[in-house]
């Protein structure tokens, strides 16, 4: 008997350890996809850099990538790094420009405090969604007006200001530090694009597991 209750405890701690890493690693892979998609479509020369190398917005490209097997959501999005700063300090961070298209489903289950972003509308809001972190750290609150400072090489830098319209936290500040959220247009007009022009495209996937299939298929 004690034999038979020694493995059948042992195998419910197996199956709960296994039930509780799987878990953990789902959660892990939908933050993380939510902040930067399954996949990314843009200029080879922009992988892993905040100053993406712009490319311009096609028709033909957009219907080939939508005509792909798998295929779920796709939005163009803007990159631009910057600093925020206030009186008590400065922070890097990166501006991500989304336009109506985007997917903002998981920024909004983060959101703790304010609301989203009006992007994609046909006014150009000025509206910023701030990690809660950088917010903390820098004293800011909801309905601020922020400055954030972008240098360029061998030119002046830009300012601009911001509202912060809302605050976000996904429980990993690591990632969260890095990104705060604007509508594409206040990007493109910072970085001195067209309204066609973006940083890429990123594509979500009806089917995770295969996401490598997928972007075999996309390449």
């Not at 199956?15 to 509780?20: K, N, Q, S």
């Not at 799987?22 to 905040?50: A, W």
């Not at 150009?124 to 601020?144: E, I, W």
Request: charged content about 25%; aromatic content about 8%.
């Amino acid at each position: 008997r004690i034999a038979t209750i020694s493995v059948a405890i042992g195998l419910a701690v197996m199956i709960l350890t296994m039930a509780v890493v799987m878990g953990f690693k789902r959660e892990i892979s939908r933050k993380i996809s939510g902040f930067t998609s399954h996949v990314q479509v843009t200029y080879v020369r922009g992988v892993n850099s905040l100053e993406s190398s712009p490319i311009e917005r096609s028709d033909s490209v957009e219907l080939l990538l939508r005509s792909v097997e798998g295929f779920r959501s796709m939005s163009a999005y803007a990159l631009k790094g910057g600093v925020i700063k206030s009186d008590e300090g400065v922070a890097g961070i990166v501006l991500k420009g989304v336009g109506g298209d985007y997917d903002s489903s998981f920024f909004a289950d983060a959101l703790v405090e304010g609301e989203m972003p009006r992007v994609g509308e046909e006014v150009r809001y000025k509206d910023l969604l701030l990690p809660k972190v950088v917010a903390d750290r820098l004293d800011l609150a909801v309905g601020d007006r922020v400055e954030m400072l972008f240098v360029e090489e061998d030119a002046l830098p830009h300012r601009d200001r911001f509202k912060i319209c809302g605050l976000f936290a996904t429980g990993m500040d690591e990632m969260d530090k890095g990104f705060a959220l604007t509508d594409i247009r206040n990007v493109q007009r910072l970085a001195g694009w067209g309204e066609h022009t973006i940083s890429g495209y990123e594509i979500m996937v009806e089917d995770f597991p295969r996401v490598e299939e997928f972007a075999d298929q996309v390449n």
